[in-house]
């Protein structure tokens, strides 16, 4: 696809980062390793992509390890819900459609279309486990300032993911007080006046623009990666930002 390089950024889970780092040896691709994290404000979920972490850093791998316990509690209590709904599910069908990742709602939304009781993995989310849906269950909190604080100590930058889907560019400014690094300006689902405005607050706010394809695989249809083309430019950036900031430098192993 001519791409010079891909982030991995899974939800709360860090365990693709290695193997995507050994099979890209020998080749012209670079691996950015990071992490996406749920920081809660007013109540609302907002999404935080850390960038080029050390995915082996045990401050990190302890709260992730926590957060992998309390994500498959909150499938049990949706799988719960569900029965009451008249949608009943295996939690041992969901925590194998999961594999070896951390269990969330997509897996419980393709364990739904697999039993007919959704027709697709989108209608699973806004009839059953969608935000404000009936058998909706929220995660655990996090505060943004504890969250950036995680990504800083393992060597992270912070970027806010997709403001432009689900309205959290409202947050900009508490976000860039508790020591916000970026916006995710390029997205699949950011029209051209959104990267317009976007790029025009992270200019006014002094802050790194960012982008990605926001992959989650064939669920909604084929591989997203690559089809949102974002400047080289952006990783020098990324890495620059970094050394302002005084962070240490990521073994050659995540280069």
């Not at 401050?59 to 009451?84: M, Q």
């Not at 993995?121 to 504890?146: E, Q, S, T």
Request: net charge negative; charged share 30%; with cysteine.
């Amino acid at each position: 696809m001519g791409l010079r390089a891909i982030a991995i950024t899974d939800h709360d889970s860090v365990g693709a980062i290695e193997p995507a780092l050994v099979a890209a040896r020998g080749t012209d691709v670079e691996v950015i390793p990071g992490v996406e994290l749920s920081v809660t404000i007013d109540d609302e979920d907002v999404h935080i992509l850390g960038y080029l972490i050390d995915c082996r850093h045990t401050g990190l791998l302890e709260l992730l390890h926590r957060f992998a316990s309390a994500r498959l509690e909150r499938a049990r209590k949706i799988v719960a819900k569900l029965d009451t709904l008249g949608a009943p599910l295996e939690i041992d069908r969901v925590l194998e459609l999961a594999g070896r990742g951390t269990v969330g709602r997509p897996h419980i939304a393709d364990a739904l279309v697999e039993s007919g009781w959704a027709r697709t993995f989108d209608d699973a989310f806004l009839r059953f486990i969608g935000y404000h849906a009936p058998a909706y269950v929220g995660k655990p909190r996090l505060d943004p300032a504890l969250a950036f604080r995680l990504l800083r100590d393992a060597g992270g930058l912070s970027v806010l993911a997709h403001p432009g889907v689900e309205g959290r560019e409202r947050f900009l400014p508490q976000l860039k007080e508790a020591d916000l690094d970026g916006i995710e300006v390029w997205h699949t689902q950011h029209d051209r006046r959104t990267v317009a405005r976007l790029s025009e607050r992270a200019r006014e706010m002094g802050l790194l623009m960012t982008g990605g394809s926001d992959c989650h695989g064939e669920r909604r249809s084929e591989p997203l990666i690559g089809t949102v083309k974002v400047p080289y430019s952006v990783v020098g950036e990324m890495k620059q930002r970094r050394r302002d900031k005084g962070l240490t430098e990521l073994g050659d192993e995540n280069r």
